[in-house]
C-alpha cells in the first residue's frame, strides 16, 4: 500500500525535472557558452571584475540579516509570552504588510528618506537640523539619507524582518515550559535558563529566519534600484542589467546567476550543519 | 524591576510595530492627498481613487494577480498535497533525494529561479517553433502555432513551481506526526487505498494544506522578481506595473491601491480573528457551564480552534478573493474579444487620451507598456520578455535592429500621413531609404537644473564631472548618454569607435561616480528629484525639462558650449509582429497632425510632422489664451542652427557595443 501511495508523487516529480531541474542546467548551460553557442570561460573571467559588487551585496546582506536578527528575537521571544490575544493580534499584524506587496512599501520609504522628504521636513520643523549645524559649524538643509548603503539595508530589514520573526516565533511558542521550570528548579538564573535552553531549543527557527532573510537581501534588486538610487549596485541589480537591463548579455548574467548560486548553497550547507540538520522551516 | 522590564520590552514591541507601519500609513494618508506629491501635503481629495478606477492598466494587473494567485494556490495546494503523500510513503533516500530538489526553489534566490526559468522558456520556445514548423509541414488537419511568448501561462506555471514546496513544507510534518498504524488500520478494515486516503489521511492533515495554501497565496500576491522575468509584456501582475510606476513620474493611484490592499486584507484578517475569538469565548462558556446546550457543543466540537483553521471565515475569505478576481476581472476585461495592438514606447511620452481616442475611432485595444531606455529595450527584445508589435526606439538602436533583421518594412499605404513627416527627418543614416520608420519626435539633450540651487548659470558638461554640486547631480541610466556626456565635455565625437577615447570618457565617469558627485543615476525619476527640489542638476531631454517646468518654475535648461546630442525617436514595427495592420493603423494615428499637437502640448516633445510642428504656437495661443514663449518654442524645437551644434548618434559596431555594455557594467560597480 506504501508503494501505491508513492506514485501520487510521481507527477510532482515530473514536474521538478521540469520546472526546477531542467532551467537551472539552462543557466549552467548559458554559463558555460559564448554569445554565438560555443564553450567558453570567458564569462567566468569577467567575474573577478565584479568581487565588488560580491563583497558588497554580501556585506550588506549580513548587515541586514544580523539586525533583523537582534530585532527579531526579543520581539518574537516577548509575544510569546504575552496573553493568546495579543499572540493573535501580533501575528496578524506582522503578516498584514506583507499581503500588501513589498515594491508598495519600499516606494514608501523613498518619499521618507527624499532629500526634501517626510523625514526631513520633520527634522526641520523641531529643529534638530539647525541644531546639528550650531554644533558641528556645518551649513546643511537636509541630512543626506536616501540613495546610500543605509537606506538599502533599511529597505532590507523593513522588507524582510516578518521572515525572521515568524519563524522564530513559532519555534518558541512551542517550547516546552516544563523544560523552563525544570532549569530554574536546579538553579539555573534567567540568563543561564536563556543561554543554556531557550536559545538552543529555539536555534532551527532562528537558522530559518537567517535562510529567508539572506537569501532575498542578497539578490534583491528593486531595494537597491529604489533606495540606492543606482549608486550602490548589488548582485540582483547586476544579474537584472544583463538579462532585462542596459547591458544586455545573458551569458555573463548566468554565470553570475551561477556562482551566486553555489556561494549561497554552500553557506546555507555549512549553516544547517550547525542545526544538525533540522530542516523544517516554519512559516505560518 | 520586573514591571519595567515588562514595560520596556512592550514598548520596545511598539515600537518595532510602528516601524512596520509607518511607511503603510504615510501611503495611505498621501492617497487622500489633492497634490500629486507624496511629501508635499495639499489638502483632502478622492481624485486618485477615482484615476485609478479608470487605468486600464492597473486594473488589469490587479485581477491578473488575482488570478495568478488564486490558480495557483488552488493548483499547488493539490499538487503539493499529493507529493507530499507520495514522499512520505517512499523509501528513505529516494525521500531525502527528492525533498532536496523540491527545497531548490525556496533556497534560490528569487532572481535566479526567475532567471532560469525565462532561459528556460524561451530555448522551450525556439525549439517548439521549429517543432511546429515541421509538424504543420507534414499534415494538415490541424496548424500547431508557432509562435510562443512569454505571457500568463508562463507566469501560472513559475507560481505554481515556486509555491508547490511551500505546500509539501506544511504537509510533511502532519504527516510525519500522524499514527502510521491508523491507515494500515483502515485498510485491515477494509478500506481501499483511496478510501483510506480520504477518511484517514485527509482529515489528520487538513490543518497543514489549509496553511500551506495560505502561505502559497501570500507568496504568489507578495512575489515581484519570478513574475517579472516570466510574465513577459502582455500580462503584467500589479507588482510588475507598481514598478514600471516608480520608474516613472509616480502618481498616487499607487497609494490609492495600497490602501485599498490594505483595507481588503484587514478587513478579512479582522473577520477571520473575531469569529476565532467568538469560539474561544464559546469554548470558555461551555467549560464553565456543562449544561451548555448539545447543539452549541456539537458546534464547537466540530470546529478545531486552533491557528487559522475554522470553517465560515475559510469560506469567506475564499468567497471574497473569488468575487474580487471576478469583478476585476469582468472591469479589465470588457474588450477582450477586440482586436489588439501591443505598442513599447517610453514613460511620459504620450497623451492617454489619444490611446483611447485611438481605440474609440477603430475599436483596436492598445496594450501601452513602457521601457526604461534604448538598451533595456533591446534586452526586452533579445531575452524573449518583451513581446510588442510598435516600438519607438531611437536612431541608433534603429539601425542596430535593422541591422540584425529585427524590423519588419512597413507598407506605407497603409500610412497616408507619412506624407506630413517633414523631409527633414526622412532619409536620415538610420533609415536611409526610408522603408522602416516614421518619426514620432525629435530633440535636443541637455543640462536641466534647478536656478535657485546653483550659484551661477550652467553653461558646460563640467558640471556633470566637478565636484561643486557633488551629491546633487543626476546622470543618465544608460550607456548611451551618460558616455556621451563624458565624450561631449571631452571634445570628442558621441559616435567615437576609438576605445581610447571611450575608456577615457568612462575614467571621467568613474572618478565623478567615486567622489560622490552624482546621487543617483536616474532615467524618468528625474521628475520627482527634480520638480520635488531633491537634486539640483541632471542631464535630461528638453521636452522632459519643459514637462517639468509646468510643476517647478525655478528650472532652467542649456545645450553645452561644447555641444550636445540630437535624436530622433521613430515608430517601428517588429519582425513577424502578429498585428502588422492593426500597428499600421496605430502609426498612421499618431502621424496625423491633429495627434501630433496633442502630444506636443502634453509631453513637449517637437514633432517632426511639418504642419504640426508649425502650427503649434497658435494651437498653444488658442488653447491657454496666452501666446507661447518664444524662449520655450526655441527649447522644444530647436532651430537649426541649435542643430548644426549637435550630433545624432549613428549605430556602433558590435565589438564597440560590447565595450559599452562592459564599460557600463563595470561603472556600476
Known amino acids: 500500500m506504501k508503494n501505491k501511495l508513492s506514485h501520487l508523487a510521481i507527477p510532482y516529480v515530473i514536474w521538478m525535472a521540469l520546472f526546477v531541474v531542467a532551467p537551472i542546467i539552462m543557466v549552467v548551460i548559458y554559463a558555460f557558452s559564448s554569445a554565438d553557442g560555443g564553450f567558453t570561460l570567458a564569462n567566468f573571467s569577467k567575474i573577478g571584475t565584479y568581487a565588488v559588487v560580491f563583497g558588497r551585496s554580501f556585506k550588506l546582506a549580513l548587515i541586514a540579516t544580523a539586525i533583523c536578527l537582534l530585532i527579531g528575537y526579543p520581539v518574537s521571544y516577548m509575544m510569546s509570552k504575552e496573553g493568546p490575544r495579543f499572540q493573535r493580534i501580533a501575528m496578524v499584524l506582522i503578516m498584514l504588510p506583507m499581503w500588501m506587496n513589498f515594491l508598495l512599501r519600499t516606494y514608501s520609504w523613498m518619499s521618507i528618506l527624499e532629500n526634501n522628504g517626510l523625514l526631513n521636513q520633520l527634522f526641520q520643523k523641531i529643529g534638530l537640523i539647525s541644531l546639528y549645524n550650531s554644533i558641528f559649524g556645518t551649513n546643511i538643509e537636509y541630512f543626506h539619507m536616501i540613495n546610500t548603503a543605509g537606506a538599502v539595508v533599511l529597505g532590507m530589514v523593513y522588507n524582510y524582518l516578518p521572515f525572521m520573526i515568524l519563524p522564530i516565533y513559532s ?17 539555573a538564573n534567567s540568563l543561564n535558563v536563556f543561554r543554556r535552553v531557550i536559545l538552543p531549543l529555539s536555534l532551527p527557527g532562528v537558522l530559518s529566519g537567517i535562510t529567508m532573510v539572506f537569501v532575498p537581501s542578497v539578490s534583491t534588486f528593486a531595494i537597491s534600484k529604489m533606495l540606492g538610487g543606482g549608486t550602490e549596485i548589488l548582485l540582483g541589480d547586476l544579474i537584472e542589467q544583463q538579462f532585462l537591463g542596459g547591458a544586455y548579455n545573458p551569458q555573463v548574467g548566468a554565470a553570475i546567476s551561477l556562482v551566486m548560486m553555489v556561494i549561497v548553497v554552500i553557506c546555507m550547507a555549512v549553516m544547517n550543519r550547525f542545526g544538525e540538520g533540522e530542516e523544517q522551516a516554519v512559516m505560518l | 524591576m520586573k514591571r519595567n522590564n515588562t514595560f520596556m520590552s512592550r514598548l520596545f514591541t511598539v515600537l518595532v510595530f510602528l516601524f512596520l507601519y509607518a511607511p503603510i500609513f504615510v501611503l495611505i494618508i498621501f492617497s487622500f492627498n489633492a497634490g500629486s506629491s507624496n511629501t508635499v501635503w495639499r489638502g483632502f481629495s478622492l481624485d486618485w481613487y477615482r484615476e485609478l478606477f479608470s487605468d486600464r492598466i492597473v486594473m488589469r494587473s490587479v485581477y491578473t494577480t488575482l488570478l495568478v494567485s488564486l490558480l495557483a494556490t488552488v493548483i499547488s495546494t493539490f499538487a503539493g498535497t499529493f507529493a507530499a503523500i507520495g514522499f512520505y510513503a517512499m523509501r528513505r533516500r529516494k525521500r531525502h533525494l527528492l525533498t532536496t530538489v523540491n527545497n531548490i526553489p525556496m533556497m534560490n534566490a528569487d532572481i535566479v529561479t526567475g532567471v532560469a526559468m525565462c532561459l528556460f522558456f524561451v530555448a522551450f520556445f525556439t525549439l517548439w517553433s521549429s517543432f511546429a514548423a515541421w509538424f504543420n509541414g507534414i499534415q494538415s488537419f490541424f496548424e500547431l502555432p508557432t509562435r510562443l511568448t512569454l505571457g500568463f501561462g508562463t507566469l501560472l506555471i513559475a507560481h505554481i513551481t515556486f509555491n508547490i514546496p511551500y505546500v509539501i513544507l506544511s504537509v510533511s510534518p502532519k504527516l510525519r506526526q500522524m499514527d502510521k498504524n491508523l491507515v494500515d488500520a483502515a485498510m485491515d478494515l477494509g478500506c481501499t487505498w483511496m478510501q483510506a486516503f480520504w477518511k484517514v489521511i485527509l482529515p489528520e492533515i487538513k490543518p497543514g494544506i489549509v496553511s500551506g495554501a495560505l502561505t502559497a497565496f501570500t507568496m504568489s500576491i507578495d512575489d515581484f522578481i519570478i513574475s517579472y522575468f516570466t510574465a513577459g509584456s502582455s500580462s503584467s501582475t500589479l507588482a510588475m506595473t507598481i514598478y514600471g510606476m516608480t520608474k516613472k513620474r509616480v502618481t498616487p493611484e499607487i497609494n490609492a491601491i495600497s490602501t485599498i490592499l490594505f483595507c481588503t486584507v484587514l478587513l478579512l484578517l479582522v473577520i477571520t480573528n473575531v469569529r476565532e475569538i467568538r469560539q474561544e469565548q464559546l469554548a470558555a462558556r461551555r467549560k464553565a457551564l456543562p449544561t451548555a446546550t448539545a447543539a452549541e457543543a456539537a458546534r464547537y466540537d466540530s470546529r478545531p480552534s486552533k491557528g487559522f483553521s475554522s470553517r465560515f471565515p475559510k469560506f469567506i475569505a475564499a468567497a471574497a478573493v473569488i468575487t474580487l478576481v471576478l469583478c476585476t476581472g469582468v472591469v479589465a476585461s470588457r474588450n477582450a474579444s477586440k482586436p489588439v495592438v501591443n505598442v513599447c514606447s517610453w514613460g511620459e511620452y504620450i497623451d492617454e487620451s489619444l490611446i483611447e481616442q485611438f481605440e474609440e475611432e477603430t475599436g483596436i485595444m492598445v496594450n501601452y507598456q513602457t521601457a526604461e531606455s534604448n538598451e533595456a529595450l533591446y534586452s526586452l527584445l533579445k531575452s524573449g520578455a518583451g513581446d510588442y508589435d ?145 537634486a539640483a542638476i541632471g542631464a535630461y531631454y528638453a521636452g522632459d525639462y519643459l514637462a517639468m517646468l509646468e510643476n517647478n518654475p525655478d528650472l532652467a535648461f542649456v545645450i553645452p558650449e561644447e555641444g550636445s546630442n540630437w535624436f530622433v525617436d521613430a515608430m517601428c514595427v517588429l519582425k513577424d509582429a502578429p498585428h502588422k495592420e492593426e500597428a499600421e493603423a496605430w502609426i498612421n494615428f499618431i502621424a496625423s497632425t491633429e495627434a501630433n499637437l496633442a502630444n506636443m502640448d502634453y509631453i513637449w516633445y517637437a514633432s517632426p510632422n511639418e504642419e504640426a510642428l508649425e502650427s503649434y504656437p497658435d494651437y498653444y495661443e488658442e488653447c491657454y489664451e496666452e501666446e507661447l514663449d518664444p524662449e520655450i518654442y526655441e527649447i522644444m524645437a530647436a532651430s537649426q542652427e541649435t542643430l548644426d551644434r549637435c550630433e545624432l548618434y549613428v549605430s556602433l559596431p558590435a565589438e564597440i557595443r560590447s565595450l559599452y555594455n562592459d564599460l557600463w557594467t563595470e561603472l556600476g560597480i
Open chain 1, 171 to 187: 519555534v518558541i511558542v512551542k517550547l516546552d515550559n516544563s523544560l523552563i521550570e525544570a532549569a530554574r528548579d536546579l538553579g
Open chain 2, 390 to 534: 510598435v516600438i519607438v526606439p531611437s536612431d541608433y538602436m534603429i539601425s542596430q535592429l535593422i541591422e540584425e533583421g529585427m524590423l519588419e518594412e512597413l507598407n506605407y499605404d497603409n500610412i497616408p500621413n507619412y506624407a506630413l513627416i517633414s523631409d527633414r527627418f526622412k532619409g536620415l543614416s538610420y533609415d536611409p531609404d526610408n522603408k522602416y520608420t516614421v518619426p514620432y519626435t525629435w530633440g535636443t539633450v541637455g543640462i536641466i537644473y534647478n536656478a535657485t540651487m546653483v550659484d551661477e548659470p550652467i553653461t558646460s558638461w563640467e558640471v556633470m564631472f566637478s565636484d561643486e554640486y557633488a551629491g546633487n547631480v543626476l546622470m543618465f541610466r544608460n550607456s548611451r548618454d551618460a558616455m556621451a556626456t563624458a565624450l561631449l565635455h571631452l571634445g570628442y565625437s558621441v559616435n567615437t569607435t576609438d576605445e581610447g577615447e571611450l575608456r577615457e570618457a568612462f575614467r571621467l565617469l568613474r572618478d565623478a561616480k567615486e567622489r560622490g558627485v552624482y546621487q543617483s543615476f536616474v532615467m524618468d525619476e528625474i521628475y520627482s528629484k527634480l520638480e520635488g527640489g531633491n
